[in-house]
């Protein structure tokens, strides 16, 4: 299963997207050998993400943004070079494109060119090397999160890739899927040799499997370069404050306010949930929202956490049962939008899935305008969460363009600016440093301090010690998918 090893080559690379005036990375010098594997770390924006989707030649051509420098892969341009790189990238579903589990592995093989008889037996090698035994047949639609990565690893390895890449690949995953997927990657670059690049914010998960550290700088290059130990311990806590999650340098989330009343906002009666209408998730569930305090959500992947926190938000009808909103004769699913905008706040899974226009600031706009309110005021909300979730210099910016962190933060702010009593939160925290996960903590506090309700999805255990009074776990379903 072995293919050669790729290196990787930068000098004074950088790159913007067009219409902004600060450079994302500038300046870039890196030598990445056959074989490394190594840790890109770095603040939130400070163009991780960017790299690696230039070195698997998908970042764009001189419309989507300005490149200085040199990107060479064994030598070459990445888009010269795809079939030598293979991407994981961070959200599970966005990667299955086919209906089985064999036909998606095959998929990229298809596109190379590579022989029938060769891609099949490519299939099967790939699949036992990330440790996905399923049948070659199985519904991709019956996969958890975890499975679903390791899928996407497995359709990377078949192509036979000299360099592997990984955007945060862990991240919307619960902790067994976690495990999950970084043993698959162990096997796979041991039993293949190839090359490794992986992104993650926290550096425990990962700092095992690889030999190096490279940090990037927003707007700059690489300013640490080194082994892991190397670098954590010369650049330990300047990571840390710059958001790095690094082992000993964890963030302290402030102490909640000690609320003196609470009332009950909405609760669930008899509840029960499906993501299509002959497929029942769960039934009898009997759960309240009041007003301060915050409920978490857990559970594994695909156990019905999005499903359940869309039905409550009224986007999902139930499929038995009530979501009842204290004060209102009607269920949330039968509101209009405008209701909705000002009396539950829905903050989406994957934040692309909100975002309906070309500019931050229209944006964060959207719903105070849907209901009426005067320019000026707007402008402020619009200004303080932009300036209290980093996203100030970023009002001019597309909102697709922005870094995975940025995407969320921006989705949080956009609900949060019609300041609802009430807020659905599907991983609010998933693809954030340390410090802008303090900051959006610390935002989410007030908010609960000042009598607002949360319903919480969530694998983030620090997330759920710093503000849940109350969890709700979820287990997976006994059927799923029909």
Not at 249 to 273: K, V, Y
Not at 395 to 407: I, R, V, Y
Not at 420 to 429: A, N
Request: proline share 6%; hydrophobic share 45%.
């Amino acid at each position: 299963m072995t293919s050669a090893a790729a290196s990787i080559r930068a000098r004074g690379w950088g790159w913007r997207h067009a219409g902004r005036s600060t450079w994302v990375v500038s300046g870039l010098d890196l030598a990445v050998e056959p074989g490394e594997r190594v840790l890109l770390l770095g603040a939130s924006g400070s163009g991780k993400s960017t790299l690696v989707h230039a070195l698997a030649g998908v970042l764009g051509g001189d419309d989507d943004g300005e490149r200085r420098g040199e990107l060479l892969i064994d030598g070459r341009a990445p888009d010269a070079a795809r079939g030598r790189v293979g991407l994981v990238l961070q959200d599970p579903d966005s990667q299955v494109v086919l209906a089985r589990v064999g036909d998606d592995v095959a998929f990229g093989c298809e596109n190379l060119g590579v022989p029938r008889e060769e891609i099949w037996r490519r299939v099967r090698e790939s699949l036992d090397a990330v440790g996905l035994d399923l049948p070659l047949w199985h519904p991709t639609s019956e996969l958890s999160g975890g499975q679903k990565q390791r899928l996407a690893l497995a359709g990377v390895l078949a192509m036979r890739p000299g360099l592997i890449l990984l955007d945060e690949p862990t991240a919307n995953l619960d902790p067994d899927g976690v495990i999950e997927v970084r043993d698959a990657v162990r096997r796979v670059v041991e039993s293949t040799g190839a090359t490794l690049v992986v992104i993650e914010h926290r550096v425990s998960v990962w700092r095992d499997l690889v030999d190096r550290v490279v940090v990037l700088e927003a707007g700059g290059g690489a300013v640490a370069d080194g082994s892991v130990d190397e670098v954590l311990r010369r650049e330990g806590a300047g990571l840390a404050a710059s958001g790095v999650w690094v082992p000993g340098f964890e963030p302290a989330a402030p102490a909640r306010a000690t609320l003196a009343g609470s009332s009950r906002l909405l609760h669930t009666e008899d509840l029960s949930i499906a993501r299509v209408a002959s497929t029942v998730l769960h039934t009898g569930i009997e759960l309240e929202l009041a007003s301060g305090r915050m409920l978490a959500v857990t559970g594994p992947n695909g156990s019905g956490k999005s499903t359940l926190g869309l039905t409550i938000a009224g986007l999902l009808p139930p499929a038995a049962g009530a979501v009842v909103v204290e004060g209102y004769p009607d269920q949330p699913v039968r509101w209009k939008s405008r209701d909705l905008v000002s009396r539950i706040g829905t903050v989406f899974q994957d934040p692309e899935h909100q975002f309906l226009t070309g500019r931050v600031s229209d944006e964060l706009s959207i719903g105070p305008k849907a209901l009426g309110m005067p320019g000026p005021e707007i402008a402020r909300r619009s200004a303080d969460l932009a300036e209290r979730l980093r996203l100030d210099h970023l009002m001019h910016a597309n909102p697709f363009t922005l870094s995975g962190g940025e995407k969320r933060r921006l989705s949080v702010a956009a609900v949060l600016a019609t300041r609802p009593p009430i807020l659905v939160l599907d991983e609010p925290t998933f693809g954030q440093d340390s410090r802008t996960w303090l900051e959006l903590v610390g935002m989410l506090r007030d908010l609960l301090d000042d009598g607002t309700a949360a319903l919480a999805i969530t694998h983030d255990p620090e997330f759920v010690s710093a503000l849940a009074d109350d969890e709700f776990r979820l287990s997976v379903p006994e059927v799923v998918g029909g």
